[in-house]
């Protein structure tokens, strides 16, 4: 199996043999810096045109297909567009609130992009409190959100922005003990720890009935989490125009239309590292040489086809279905997943003590 | 009919005729009210539904024409006629009590006439401004452009808000003028400009959270002025401008408007025109409820159905395209028959797509009417009773939906409809999913008559001959047909000239427009947009 680690050790035995500890590290925080939010854009760049590639695929069209083969180059210019777009001055808004609530949504992003272990070694931060820490970060977004709504001093704006902070409140305590499930089975909270442990069974396989039941609630309340599908009260194109980021322009909306994409990806990512084993290939305990040519196959290519397989659902899922109404939205949280998530934890405590 | 003869018998004030299955009822403006408070609210027939207010201007005096219908004999019409002859301050007593759809009808007349409707609780203009100097469909109204310069500013909300009323406060009338909104709502405005208006409609909504305590209409946005066009038009030119009126169903209005003046000429139009344009109607309807569907799957968020629908639409625009050379505005029919012959693949291609068509049905069912949100959304939610949409004259699908028999081809058949073998689709909960099942129940009927008529388009000649000049005798001529989205009458009022002296197109979205403002209060924000999807009112048939 061949690792990342190897390439980051090296770089970081590299700088150390030249420079002092203190400066090497300082080099190190820049560069995993630049390279993540390099893959951020360009995973961004890349989702956008997977997004619009499948969204044809299911409404019986072609999809971009001018700029470059297959239109693959059509993301990048729409990229420099955006770059190069005017910001408008709105009237009448709060402009310190205006421009931080797209700050804040892109930077919450960011913090939660730079958890994901997509390697062994390709880890930006890998805190012992892993889960933790996505949560917490993943959370400050609707902070920007609710911003947004706010300091645009919209109605349209308003009530998108009261319709997210109820939204994303309320699927965040599914997503959390969804993922406390996990918590429980695999006993720790650090991501590199969780993943290692699922080196002969994923923990779907490893916790059973419970963790089905945990990943299933985990990919509709993430799903809901990303304000997509028929989870995107808070934008309601046909509603509220484009809901709180309706006075926004040039890449100030591109932040927002950046960290909606990531966010689905970065669910994934979640959903892969906690329930599909991470970057870990398909082992099945026995069969030895099965394993053997799965380890072929690189932990990071492993990664994003289990992440993509997610994305792809969520794709699925938001192309299919009509949007919810405000009221079916809560009550789905807070009379169905909200209970089925409690009980599915005694259940997994009862599966951790008696059954492994 | 005996019942109504003894209905008239019983107003003395009224002078009456009958022509073809249309009683003209013609009373003093004094007793108007009585007369129609008698025929609305009698115990032996009730003439329940309202199908038209037209405004007139007979040169010397103003009048107003009521035609009137009863569900329980659709083809009789009752056109109840009154004038007043001052041209300063006309005023009229208001029906609006009545019916529910005349208040809106005389804001209409009032906004062109300047007819004022005593008791209407709400008269501010409809379409126009209410700076416009002058009312535009009067004999004598100035075109000066000076007199209404284009505006440069945007219309004034308090104009918006504020409803001049004429009442009869203890039996003296009173100018007052009543607020719409207490200054402390929440008021949120959705359009002109709004992605779920289905064309520039603005709709003022007054909000508590996320329920919807009033809906206002505001009309005009892309007010034409056809009906004042068509009068310094000749008939064949006209024409061309009622495809432009409910653009889905353009080449029903058409046709309507062809039917009208071809009763007028008493022409004998071929028995092949006739099928033609009666198999080009029913793909329009077709072509309607799939983007109808497709629109309102879309309101609630569903985009690929909205795909699906255009791309079946599109095969309907493709054969239209082919055999009438235009695709949205198919202007097709001409008086005394149809504008060129079918195009020799029309009946293959024709056959082809009704197969298809059904299997498409299938799919649209699978991927949205069996979905459990679009279930959830739709059921229980825009209760409209077959009373209130006989009284709202909510006709077409949506009357239907709530089980009003209301389908002019079956109460009043026209073209081949009498050579076709179909079953009007009636429901009765009168909810919003009746009211979207039932268009894709229509398209399957509609499958149905095309089927039928498409292997017997008999030969022979596909448009009579007319004279260069087309003249209407001096008369009145009423034509109804059923659009996609619910009943389209022309009313021609001609002195002999080659243009009409004056013409009226019922809307069938304007009433459903305000269908909209009753059935929506106490929904929520979704919801609003959701019934505007179901009701699938097109706003340049409101503007006209």
């Known amino acids: ?356 | 009919m005996k019942v109504i003869d003894e209905l008239l018998s019983k107003l003395p004030f009224a002078t009456t005729g009958l022509k073809d299955k249309t009683y003209t009822v013609s009373v003093p403006k004094e007793n108007l009210y009585e007369a129609a408070s008698f025929l609305k609210k009698n115990d032996k027939l009730s003439f329940d539904f309202l199908m038209d207010v037209v405004g007139m201007d007979y040169g010397d005096n103003l009048g107003v024409i009521y035609y009137l219908s009863a569900t329980q004999y659709p083809s009789y019409i009752i056109a109840l006629k009154t004038a007043t002859d001052d041209r300063e301050d006309p005023q009229i007593d208001s029906i609006s009590d009545l019916w529910e759809s005349a208040g809106l009808y005389e804001r209409e007349v009032h906004d062109f006439f300047g007819i004022r409707f005593v008791n209407n609780q709400d008269m501010r203009r409809l379409f126009l401004r209410q700076d416009w100097n002058g009312y535009p469909l009067r004999k004598d109204y100035d075109t000066n452009p000076e007199l209404n310069p284009i505006p440069l500013c945007n219309e004034d909300l308090n104009d918006m808000e504020n409803m001049p009323v004429i009442e009869m406060v203890v039996g003296e009338k009173q100018d007052n003028v009543h607020k719409l909104f207490d200054a402390e709502e929440y008021i949120v405005n959705f359009g002109p400009q709004h992605p779920a208006t289905h064309g520039v409609l603005h709709l003022r909504v007054s909000l508590e959270g996320e329920m919807i305590k009033k809906v206002d209409p505001n009309f005009g946005y892309i007010h034409r002025g056809i009906e004042k066009m068509s009068e310094a038009y000749t008939y064949p030119q006209i024409l061309h401008l009622t495809d432009r009126l409910d653009y889905l169903s353009g080449t029903i209005n058409r046709h309507g408007t062809c039917l009208a003046v071809e009763k007028g000429l008493e022409l004998d139009v071929p028995e092949r025109a006739h099928y033609i344009r009666t198999i080009i109607d029913e793909l329009t309807r077709v072509a309607s409820h799939l983007l109808g569907w497709g629109c309102m799957a879309m309101d609630m968020g569903s985009i690929t159905a909205f795909v699906y629908g255009m791309r079946d639409r599109e095969k309907i625009m493709d054969i239209f395209e082919e055999t009438c050379g235009g695709r949205l505005m198919a202007n097709y029919s001409v008086i005394g028959g149809v504008m060129n012959d079918i195009h020799p693949n029309f009946q293959k291609r024709v056959k082809e797509f009704i197969p298809y068509m059904r299997k498409m049905l299938k799919e649209h069912h699978l991927l949205f009417t069996g979905n459990p949100i679009a279930r959830d959304r739709m059921e229980g939610v825009g209760y409209l009773s077959k009373e209130q949409a006989i009284s709202l004259g909510a006709t077409g699908p949506t009357g239907r939906a709530s089980g009003w028999s209301n389908d002019v081809r079956k109460i009043e058949p026209y073209a081949a409809y009498r050579h076709a073998d179909f079953k009007e689709v009636l429901r009765s909960d009168g909810l919003t999913f009746d009211r979207y099942i039932i268009r894709l129940d229509e398209i399957e009927e509609s499958l149905k008559i095309i089927e039928q008529l498409i292997d017997n388009i008999p030969g022979g000649a596909y448009a009579a001959k007319t004279k260069a000049i087309i003249k209407l005798p001096e008369g009145e001529f009423h034509q109804r047909v059923e659009g996609a989205r619910g009943e389209f009458d022309v009313y021609i009022n001609s002195k002999g000239d080659k243009s009409p002296y004056r013409i009226k197109f019922r809307s069938p979205c304007m009433t459903l427009v305000n269908t909209l403002k009753s059935i929506a209060v106490g929904t929520k924000v979704a919801d609003l947009i959701m019934l505007g999807g179901s009701l699938d009112y097109v706003v340049p048939c409101i503007d006209r």
């Open chain 1, 1 to 356: 199996m061949f690792h990342f680690e190897v390439v980051t050790q090296w770089i970081d035995r590299f700088l150390r043999t030249y420079l002092q500890g203190g400066w090497a590290l300082f080099i190190e925080f820049v560069l995993i810096g630049v390279v993540v939010l390099t893959a951020y854009a360009v995973l961004a760049l890349i989702l956008i045109y997977v997004e619009r590639k499948v969204c044809a695929f299911f409404q019986c069209r072609i999809g971009p297909n001018r700029v470059g083969p297959f239109g693959v180059f059509q993301s990048v210019a729409d990229m420099i567009k955006i770059l190069l777009k005017e910001l408008i001055k709105i009237d009448r808004v709060d402009p310190r609130l205006f421009r931080l609530a797209a700050y804040l949504v892109i930077i919450a992003s960011i913090c939660t992009f730079g958890a994901i272990p997509f390697d062994k070694g390709l880890h930006a931060v890998d805190f012992n409190i892993g889960v933790f820490y996505l949560l917490a970060v993943s959370s400050l977004g609707v902070v920007g959100i609710l911003l947004a709504g706010w300091a645009s001093n919209n109605k349209y704006t308003m009530i998108g922005a009261m319709r997210s902070g109820a939204q994303l409140i309320s699927y965040e305590l599914s997503c959390g003990l969804a993922l406390m499930t996990i918590v429980m089975l695999s006993g720790s909270m650090q991501l590199s720890v969780i993943v290692e442990q699922q080196s002969y069974a994923w923990n779907i396989f490893r916790g059973g009935i419970p963790a089905i039941i945990a990943f299933v609630i985990y990919l509709i309340a993430g799903h809901a989490e990303t304000n997509r599908g028929p989870f995107d009260l808070p934008e309601a194109e046909s509603e509220l125009t484009a809901g709180y980021h309706t006075e926004y322009s040039g890449i100030q909306f591109g932040f927002f239309y950046l960290a909606e994409y990531l966010n689905m990806f970065i669910i994934a990512a979640i959903a892969t590292t906690l329930f599909l084993g991470g970057w870990m290939p398909l082992h099945i305990p026995g069969w030895d040489g099965f394993n053997e040519v799965m380890d072929y196959i690189p932990p990071v290519l492993w990664f994003f086809a289990k992440s993509f397989i997610c994305v792809f659902l969520a794709l699925w899922v938001r192309w299919t279905m009509p949007r919810l109404r405000i009221d079916q939205l809560l009550n789905l949280e807070w009379k169905i997943l909200m209970p089925i998530s409690l009980l599915n934890i005694i259940l997994m405590a009862i599966w951790v003590i008696w059954i492994i």
